[in-house]
């Protein structure tokens, strides 16, 4: 019998049964591994650190994706930064608005490893519509201005080459990228045990964007199971916004639909009163 356990503090975390390990190597920024658990079928990490599980990957792929493209009265070209796992593409494709979608990710062995092992996630990055890069997130906005509808920020926690991804100078360089009316959204942490780290981004991003607003999912796998995203934008203010119709596409989702919507945007008061 053996088990994994990724420490989300000092004290406490997650511990889950393994079977087979299937992929562990070492890239030029990371550790990459797939395993298979008894309780979340099969997991990727990334440097020890949970990424994907087969069981509750949905959760974070439609709570990234749909809240702005269903925000976005019209995305047309989307950028997903990370996120070479494919989860992200898969559900951008959902909207026969999104008419290229593009994944730069800094770490080839990623999507590697997910297109053997994933297949049901990275399968979908063969897809017309979508364009793979791999390369650096934060050097590729230099070349885009004024470039995409919506930028969505797919990362990791913020440590090594991710670290950048969590700071003002690049939240500037995504609203460069932006269209006009553009959205972006950023995976920002746990609000229960990184609340501030999760305070400080959201507080930078106010100084960037004319609205800066967290939203909460439940992650199981995550750090404390509680996860947050951000919503960024000049035009749309997601606490007023009426979403666009996703049509029959967004019908079978797991986790997110409309009412779901306004209701993510509601802050427990541990958090509520930090932002204050």
């Given at each position: 019998?053996?088990w994994f356990?990724e420490?989300?503090?000092?004290?406490?975390?997650?511990t889950?049964?393994?079977g087979?390990t299937?992929?562990?190597?070492?890239?030029?920024f990371?550790?990459v591994q797939v395993?298979?658990?008894?309780?979340?079928?099969?997991?990727?990490?990334?440097?020890g650190?949970?990424?994907?599980?087969?069981r509750d990957e949905?959760v974070?792929?439609?709570?990234?994706v749909h809240p702005?493209l269903?925000?976005?009265?019209?995305p047309e070209?989307?950028?997903i930064?990370?996120?070479?796992?494919?989860?992200?593409?898969?559900?951008a494709?959902r909207?026969?608005?999104?008419?290229?979608i593009?994944?730069?990710?800094?770490?080839?062995?990623?999507i590697?490893?997910?297109?053997?092992?994933f297949?049901a996630?990275?399968?979908?990055?063969?897809?017309p519509?979508?364009?793979?890069?791999v390369?650096?997130?934060?050097?590729?906005?230099?070349t885009s201005?004024?470039?995409y509808?919506?930028i969505?920020v797919?990362s990791?926690?913020?440590?090594?080459e991710a670290?950048k991804?969590?700071?003002?100078?690049?939240?500037?360089?995504v609203?460069?990228?932006?269209?006009?009316g553009g959205i972006?959204v950023?995976?920002?942490?746990?609000?229960?045990?990184h609340?501030?780290?999760?305070r400080?981004?959201?507080?930078?991003m106010?100084?960037?964007?004319?609205?800066?607003?967290?939203?909460?999912?439940?992650?199981?796998?995550?750090?404390?199971?509680?996860?947050?995203?951000?919503?960024?934008?000049?035009?749309?203010?997601?606490i007023a916004v009426?979403?666009r119709?996703?049509?029959p596409?967004?019908?079978?989702?797991?986790?997110f639909h409309?009412?779901?919507f306004p209701a993510?945007f509601?802050?427990p008061n541990?958090?509520?009163?930090?932002?204050q």
């Open positions: 019998m053996a356990t420490k989300h503090t000092p004290h406490a975390g997650i889950l049964e393994l087979e299937l992929f562990d190597r070492k890239s030029a990371q550790r395993v298979e658990t008894l309780e979340y079928g099969r997991m990727l990490l990334l440097d650190c949970v990424m994907v599980t087969d949905f974070y792929h439609e709570m990234i702005a269903l925000a976005h009265p019209g070209r989307v950028l930064i990370g996120g070479g796992d494919g989860g992200s593409v898969r559900e494709l909207h026969p608005a999104a008419r290229e593009h994944l730069v990710e800094i770490d080839g062995m990623v590697d490893a997910s297109r053997q092992f297949p996630l990275a399968g979908c990055l063969d897809d519509r979508v364009r793979v890069s390369a650096d997130g934060f050097a590729h906005l230099d201005p004024g470039a509808d919506v969505l797919d990791m926690d913020p440590v090594g670290a991804l969590f700071t003002a100078p690049f939240f500037r360089k609203k460069a990228a932006l269209r006009p972006a950023f995976q920002s942490e746990s609000p229960f045990y609340a501030d780290i999760l400080d981004l959201v507080l930078a106010r100084q960037t964007f004319r609205h800066a607003a967290p939203y909460l999912a439940h992650i199981p796998t995550y750090p404390s199971g509680l996860w947050s995203f951000t919503f960024a934008s000049d035009a749309v203010d997601p009426k979403l119709d996703g049509g596409a967004l019908e079978d989702l797991k986790y409309p009412a779901l993510a509601v802050l541990y958090f509520r009163k930090k932002l």
